[in-house]
């Protein structure tokens, strides 16, 4: 074959089959054929531009990723939140909040914070001129008793009609989890047992939606001290195996 022949596509069929461990940049030159590699810088950034590739990002070498694969800010939100909501109510220190994010997501801790700050997941401390702690707005509000709707908040609302079997998508799931996030003073994770219940539908066609939505990072699937809830919460959750606590709560992406 001769070299202008050539189809950069090889590059991104190569960076797929790589996944999130992506490509060093050297690794991709090695693919391009020699008569071209003199180009490579200009192949590699018209694959940015055209939104096939994504990079680089530099970790000692500098990587490239296809876009499901590639590192983003959203990722390492879900680290600091996670972090957070497994710290409760003791508050955590910049630094300490740091060590969480590794990696290539290193480079969207900052941009990651200040988003969570600005939509109010998070809550950030001043102790002194320049220390800095953190803590979920979660253990907050249960500590003022503003997610007990039994007391403080408005009366539940009716179960939906249920759904057909195998009907249940995240679009018809959307208003009922903005509904409950809107119940409980906006904050992100919803109970899935609270969905389940507005709902109308088996917790397996629940449980297979939300995992299969959560592969494809539309949804963060998050644990909780079991102490918190009352067993038919738990049992609602869904228990992956090898970890001692189900997942209780659901938190949805963004729409684009």
């Known amino acids: 074959m001769m070299f202008e022949e050539w189809d950069s596509s090889i590059l991104v069929r190569y960076l797929t089959a790589a996944g999130p461990k992506g490509r060093t940049r050297s690794a991709l030159e090695k693919k391009i054929p020699k008569q071209l590699q003199n180009r490579s810088a200009s192949i590699l950034r018209d694959l940015r531009l ?6 680089p990002f530099k970790n000692r070498s500098e990587y490239y990723f296809v876009p499901q694969f590639a590192p983003t800010r959203e990722h390492a939100e879900v680290l600091i939140e996670n972090a957070l909501r497994d710290a409760g109510a003791k508050v955590t220190t910049r630094s300490t909040l740091k060590t969480k994010v590794t990696g290539f997501l290193k480079i969207f801790f900052d941009d990651a914070l200040a988003s969570l700050k600005a939509e ?3 809550v950030e401390l001043k102790g ?5 702690f953190y803590v979920h707005r979660e253990p907050l509000l249960e500590q003022l008793r503003l997610t007990d709707h039994s007391e403080t908040g408005p009366s539940p ?3 939906m009609r249920p759904f057909p079997a195998g009907a249940v998508t995240l679009e018809n799931i959307r208003p009922i989890y903005e509904q409950l996030k809107t119940e409980q003073g906006g904050i992100s994770a919803v109970k899935i047992y609270d969905i389940m219940k507005r709902l109308g539908t088996t917790k397996e066609d629940l449980h297979q939606l939300l995992i299969a939505e959560a592969k494809s990072n539309r949804v963060s699937l998050h644990r909780a001290s079991t ?3 009352p067993p038919e ?3 609602a959750g869904i228990q992956v195996e090898g970890q001692p606590e189900p997942l209780l709560t659901v938190v949805f992406r963004e729409e684009p």
């Not at 055209?50 to 990079?55: D, K, N, P, S, T």
């Open 50 to 55: 055209a939104g096939v590739v994504r990079g």
């Open 128 to 132: 002194g001129r320049n220390t800095h």
């Open 233 to 235: 919460v738990i049992a």
């Open 157 to 159: 609302a009716r179960p």
């Open 227 to 229: 102490a918190k809830f």
């Open 120 to 122: 109010a997941r998070i």
